[in-house]
C-alpha cells in the first residue's frame, strides 16, 4: 500500500462526478497510485472511469491501490456478501486492493442487522467472515477496518475463517487523544498498519497559532516546505499512511512530495510533543462516537 494517498471525501470535488474522475486522473498520472474511496461516499463510478482512464493512457493495473469500505448500515453476512460484487461493478475492476468496515456501528435504529435482535459486535463478525471469504475467493486482496478501537478490533480477532486485520484507518494526526494513540500502539504490536485520515489537524479547532508558530520554525529547517507537506511527512515517518484529499493538481504534486525530504528526529519529537502541550492548553478534539 503506497504511503501517500488521495481520500476522495468531504470536499466539493468528491461528490461531483466529472469533478471526481478527473481528480483520479490527474492523481494516477501525476505518479499517485493510492485511492481511498467508500460505499457512503457514492463517487465508485466516477472513481472507477478515472481508473480505467489512466490505465488506457499507461498506468498499470496493478501498480493502482483501491481502498473503499462498507458501512455499518450495510452490515450482515448477506449484505455484505452481495455488496463485493456490487462494488467492483461499480468501480469497473477486476479486485479491490483493501476493503475496510467504515465504521464499527451506527445507532440502532439504522442498523437492518440488529434490527434482527443481534448485537452490534455480532453484526460486526458476520460482516468480518463475508469480508473474509471475499478475500479468499480473490475478489478482495486485503481486508481491514475503519475507525475501530481496541476492543472492536479485539472482537474479531481469532474468528473461526476470518482473515488477519490488514488496517485500520482512524484519524491520526499530532493531536489525537491518549486512546487514539493506544490503538494506534496495540495495532503496530499486531501488524495491522495505520491509514491515517485528517493527517493535517482534522477536527482539533483550537491553539491554530500556537501551532502554526512551531511548524513554522520546523518548516524554516527543512527548506520552508509547506506546513502540509510537514505534517504527512510527520504521519509518514511514523509508519502511517496518508489520505488527504484534494481536487487540486497542484496540491497533489506538493502531496507526493513528501517522500522526497525526511524530518531529523528532533524535529519528529518535536511534532509529537505537541500532543502533550495541546493537553495542557485544554485544546479540543471532537471524537467519534460509539454506539458499541
Given at each position: 500500500?503506497?504511503?501517500?494517498?488521495?481520500?476522495?471525501?468531504?470536499?466539493?470535488t468528491a461528490y461531483d462526478d466529472v469533478l471526481v474522475y478527473?481528480?483520479?486522473?490527474?492523481?494516477?498520472?501525476?505518479?499517485?497510485?493510492?485511492?481511498?474511496?467508500?460505499?457512503?461516499?457514492?463517487?465508485h463510478r466516477a472513481i472507477g472511469e478515472g481508473i480505467a482512464e489512466a490505465i488506457h493512457r499507461g498506468v498499470k493495473r496493478k501498480e493502482i491501490f483501491v481502498t473503499t469500505k462498507i458501512f455499518p448500515?450495510?452490515?450482515?453476512?448477506?449484505?455484505a456478501s452481495l455488496l463485493v460484487p456490487k462494488y467492483?461493478?461499480?468501480l469497473g475492476l477486476e479486485y479491490i486492493d483493501l476493503l475496510l468496515m467504515h465504521f464499527p456501528s451506527v445507532h440502532p435504529s439504522l442498523s437492518p442487522c440488529k434490527k434482527d435482535g443481534k448485537s452490534a459486535a455480532e453484526c460486526r463478525q458476520e460482516t468480518w467472515i463475508a469480508l473474509s471469504?471475499?478475500?479468499?475467493g480473490g475478489l478482495v486482496h486485503n481486508v481491514g477496518v475503519s475507525n475501530f478501537e481496541v476492543s472492536h478490533l479485539q472482537g474479531l480477532e481469532?474468528?473461526?475463517?476470518?482473515?488477519?486485520?490488514?488496517?485500520?484507518?482512524?484519524?491520526?494526526?499530532?493531536?489525537?487523544?491518549?486512546?487514539?494513540?493506544?490503538?494506534?500502539?496495540?495495532?503496530?504490536?499486531?501488524?495491522?498498519?495505520?491509514?491515517?485520515?485528517?493527517?493535517?489537524?482534522?477536527?482539533?479547532?483550537?491553539?491554530?497559532?500556537?501551532?502554526?508558530?512551531?511548524?513554522a520554525k520546523i518548516s524554516a529547517n527543512n527548506d520552508n516546505r509547506r506546513i502540509s507537506q510537514i505534517m504527512?511527512?510527520?504521519?509518514?515517518?511514523?509508519?502511517?499512511?496518508?489520505?488527504?484529499?484534494?481536487?487540486?493538481?497542484?496540491?497533489?504534486?506538493?502531496?507526493?512530495?513528501?517522500?522526497?525530504?525526511?524530518?531529523?528526529?528532533?524535529?519528529?519529537?518535536?511534532?509529537?510533543?505537541?500532543?502533550?502541550?495541546?493537553?495542557?492548553?485544554g485544546y479540543s478534539f471532537l471524537e467519534t462516537p460509539d454506539f458499541e
Open positions: 500500500m503506497p504511503q501517500s494517498g488521495l481520500g476522495m471525501c468531504c470536499r466539493p478527473r481528480t483520479v486522473l490527474w492523481y494516477l498520472l501525476l505518479g499517485g497510485r493510492h485511492i481511498d474511496g467508500a460505499h457512503l461516499y457514492l463517487n448500515t450495510q452490515f450482515g453476512y448477506d449484505s467492483l461493478e461499480e471469504e471475499a478475500r479468499s481469532g474468528i473461526a475463517g476470518g482473515a488477519p486485520i490488514a488496517n485500520n484507518q482512524i484519524e491520526f494526526n499530532p493531536f489525537v487523544p491518549e486512546s487514539v494513540r493506544e490503538t494506534v500502539e496495540y495495532c503496530a504490536k499486531r501488524n495491522i498498519s495505520i491509514t491515517a485520515y485528517s493527517p493535517l489537524g482534522g477536527l482539533m479547532n483550537q491553539g491554530k497559532a500556537f501551532v502554526d508558530e512551531t511548524m504527512l511527512r510527520w504521519a509518514i515517518q511514523r509508519g502511517c499512511a496518508v489520505i488527504p484529499g484534494t481536487g487540486n493538481p497542484d496540491h497533489m504534486k506538493d502531496n507526493l512530495s513528501v517522500y522526497s525530504f525526511k524530518l531529523s528526529n528532533k524535529d519528529m519529537e518535536i511534532i509529537d510533543g505537541l500532543h502533550e502541550i495541546a493537553n495542557e492548553k
